[in-house]
């Protein structure tokens, strides 16, 4: 594959032709941060928290749905950018109800580490508070839309690791939701392998394995990306 | 920053609707407690036998969310006469438990916690009654008057509460160090 020069941070690096701009600036050591990005997913450009300065476009660029280029100047670090992903991180809390203390997720949870890695002590956009259902009738897992960020993470990996596309995003803007089959309660599933991959995935304490205490989820998010690769070295194929 | 004849700061601390939680882990200073007697005075609070809030008040830590009237006047008479505001916690800084009911009907819930005899309305849904008036949403401190330093968690640790005193003690900004700001 072609090679291309990029200068990212004032710094010239090479890539091969067809990567991602987050690959590449990962390779480089820069811990940029992601929250619906997952290694082994496809890229969906939701979340917005890599986006990057590109030298010559007023606009910012997600960098996981940005492919490299020739002589791009990349930048992954401005006051302009770190102000504009602690934006994006307080929205994500105003929208819907995330209340840490109770929550199956504190300690572990990727909102909320990002929430500490930008000096979020407080909201400044009022809450919507909004009234949102919790689905507990999967005999097994149990999804809880007050803390959903529409990552769409456990949609990708119900559809492309697992291969049944139970899951999928019903509504637009603030009224999307994350529904099962043709917005069934996940009960009433006849596509659920209950393989719980979606759960291990979400980075936030709306997809649990029932009857978890608060704060003792340990997900595993590195799953899609073992499971991918032990595929393609065919190592299940005996 | 010293106001009493002594060189003091003057120190209070507002429960409002929150668990006390935030009140024990500022207990749980321990023998920093001691330390920081010889520059403090506390003027108010919980752990105080003084009913009105004072005047001149340098700091002044506030734990809970704004949930009735009496508290959202507290809110205001606090601020008025403190030159430091400070978001003890959570339910301060964000509303945080009490802030579940936001969207339920004010009057559902009163009269849940409050069976009234049929016909009669239940205390706290209007003002007058010896209950103070639920306001319809649970709000966080700053959403009623201007905060001057958040201090998060559910509680806060002891030692992001203790780093901020200091920190205001001397009269500098606060700062919180990587990893005490956080949420739950
Ligand atoms: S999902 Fe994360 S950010 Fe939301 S309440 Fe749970 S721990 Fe907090
Ligand atoms: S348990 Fe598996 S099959 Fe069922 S919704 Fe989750 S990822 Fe899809
Ligand atoms: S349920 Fe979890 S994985 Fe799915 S979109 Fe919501 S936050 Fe993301």
Redesign the interface.
């Known amino acids: 594959m072609a090679e291309v020069t990029l200068t990212i941070d004032n710094e010239k690096v090479s890539a091969r032709e067809g990567q991602n701009l987050l690959q590449v600036i990962r390779e480089q050591g820069i811990d940029l941060p992601t929250l619906c990005h997952l290694d082994g997913l496809s890229e969906r450009g939701g979340c917005r928290l890599c986006v990057v300065e590109v030298e010559g476009s007023s606009r910012l660029a997600a960098s996981c749905v940005t492919a490299v280029r020739e002589d791009m100047r990349v930048t992954t670090a401005s006051d302009r950018l770190l102000r504009y992903r602690r934006m994006l991180v307080e929205l994500l ?1 105003a929208e819907r ?7 199956v997720m ?2 572990n949870c990727e909102l ?1 580490s990002l ?2 890695r930008f ?5 400044r956009y ?2 919507l ?3 949102l259902p919790t689905d507990a009738s999967h005999e097994k897992y149990t999804i809880d839309h007050n803390r959903c960020v529409l990552c769409a993470r456990c949609v990708r990996v119900c559809d492309e690791v697992e291969g049944v596309h139970t899951l999928d995003i019903m509504g637009r803007g603030v009224s999307s939701r994350i529904i099962n089959d043709l917005n069934q309660p996940w009960r009433a599933s006849r596509t659920c392998t209950a393989c719980g991959k979606c759960v291990q995935v979400c980075p936030t304490g709306a997809l649990y394995i029932k009857e978890t205490l608060s704060a003792h989820v340990e997900k595993r998010p590195d799953l899609p990306r073992r499971i991918v690769d032990a595929r393609k070295k065919r190592v299940w194929n005996s | 920053m010293s106001s009493t004849p002594s060189g003091k700061i003057r120190l209070a601390t507002v429960w409002l609707s929150g668990c006390s939680g935030c009140h024990m882990s500022f207990l749980d200073l321990d023998e920093q407690l001691l330390e920081l007697n010889e520059h403090i005075q506390l003027v108010h609070g919980p752990l105080v036998d003084r009913k009105d809030f004072p005047p001149e008040v340098d700091v002044v830590l506030v734990e809970g969310a704004v949930n009735n009237e009496e508290q959202k006047e507290m809110a205001g008479i606090l601020r008025e006469q403190s030159r430091i505001v400070v ?1 003890l916690g ?1 339910c301060a ?5 009490p ?2 009911r ?3 009907p004010v009057k559902n819930l009163l009269e849940s916690v409050y069976p009234v005899e049929g016909g009669h309305e239940p205390p706290g849904l209007s003002s007058g009654s010896e209950v103070p008036r639920l306001l319809p ?1 649970a709000l ?1 401190l ?2 009623v008057v201007p ?1 001057d330093v ?3 968690g ?1 509680p806060p640790h002891a030692r992001t509460i203790g780093s901020a005193l200091k920190a205001l003690l001397k009269g500098e900004r606060v700062v ?1 160090e ?2 005490m ?4």
């Open positions: 809390f109800n995330h209340v840490c203390s109770v929550c504190n300690g909320q929430a500490t000096g979020v002590d407080h909201l009022e809450p508070y909004p009234r | 978001a959570d800084v964000t509303g945080n438990v802030a579940m936001n969207g339920l949403a966080p700053h959403a905060v958040f201090l998060p559910c919180l990587q990893g700001c956080r949420f739950g």
